[in-house]
């Protein structure tokens, strides 16, 4: 989910693949790859291995997959399992804070969204009126999009992933010229790992061997880092249902969108 830069995202996978490999996993045949399109199928393809989605995802349209665990990354704004988002805006409204943008135009990556859409509906939830916030929501498709939406004049606003924005300012820096971050997200437990719901407990086991190998290994180190992975821990599904939470809680305040 954070293929910002390609190349450094296939010799991960390549990495890791050496590793489940090397753990007695089967995953000789597999082509190192970063998924494009319709990410639902991929992420509900009964023979799936191990890929990374969103929280959100997770809980509402994932019911048949197991959670493998979550990287500990260490962009700023990451505590262990947890991330967050930051608030931007363009610089010269780098004094103003989210109850400013009231009537204003927000982009969101998707609505599927835990980092870039279902955190604002938090967020703005105690600021609407009749329901609505934002006078119009654009759907940009990426976070790194919406950084070119808001620095072109097409929003006002936007929520985007802490790891995301680290790595546009390690890779492409020039994409937040003009930009500024306002505020802060409250922490959320991270991108989950998942793999199939039929994958085998000894599977499962060996997956989070490698992956534990992965992030402790000298030899990994330095791939680790360029993705800012710190660690690797083996999670539930339990702390996500934090994500409903926050939905619902908007919901009673009468905002069910942005």
């Avoid at 999009?145 to 995301?164: E, F, P």
């Avoid at 702390?239 to 009673?252: G, H, N, Q, V």
Wanted: proline share 5%; charged share 20%.
């Amino acid at each position: 989910m954070y293929a910002i830069n390609r190349a450094e995202t296939l010799a991960l996978w390549r990495a890791v693949q050496h590793l489940l490999i090397a753990h007695g996993v089967p995953a000789d045949d597999l082509k190192p790859s970063v998924p494009e399109g319709d990410l639902l199928s991929h992420w509900r393809h009964p023979d799936l291995l191990l890929s990374q989605t969103c929280g959100f995802p997770l809980v509402t349209q994932l019911a048949e997959v197991q959670t493998v665990g979550c990287f500990h990354y260490t962009a700023p704004g990451c505590e262990g399992i947890n991330y967050r988002s930051f608030l931007v805006a363009r610089a010269q409204d780098n004094t103003q804070t989210l109850a400013d943008f009231r009537g204003k135009r927000v982009v969101c990556n998707a609505e599927e969204s835990q980092s870039g859409y279902n955190v604002l509906l938090k967020r703005v939830a105690p600021l609407s009126r009749e329901g609505r916030f934002f006078s119009q929501v654009v759907l940009s498709g990426s976070h790194r999009q919406s950084v070119i939406d808001l620095a072109r004049g097409a929003a006002d606003i936007a929520a985007i992933d802490c790891v995301t924005w680290a790595l546009l300012q390690r890779h492409e820096p020039t994409l937040l010229d003009g930009l500024t971050v306002i505020e802060h997200t409250p922490l959320t437990p991270g991108l989950p790992l998942i793999t199939a719901g039929r994958t085998s407990a000894q599977t499962l086991t060996a997956i989070r061997a490698a992956l534990n190998a992965l992030v402790n290994a000298p030899e990994y180190r330095s791939l680790c880092e360029a993705a800012f992975i710190g660690g690797f821990s083996a999670v539930s599904r339990q702390p996500y249902s934090l994500l409903l939470d926050w939905r619902k809680e908007a919901a009673e305040a009468g905002v069910t969108r942005l």
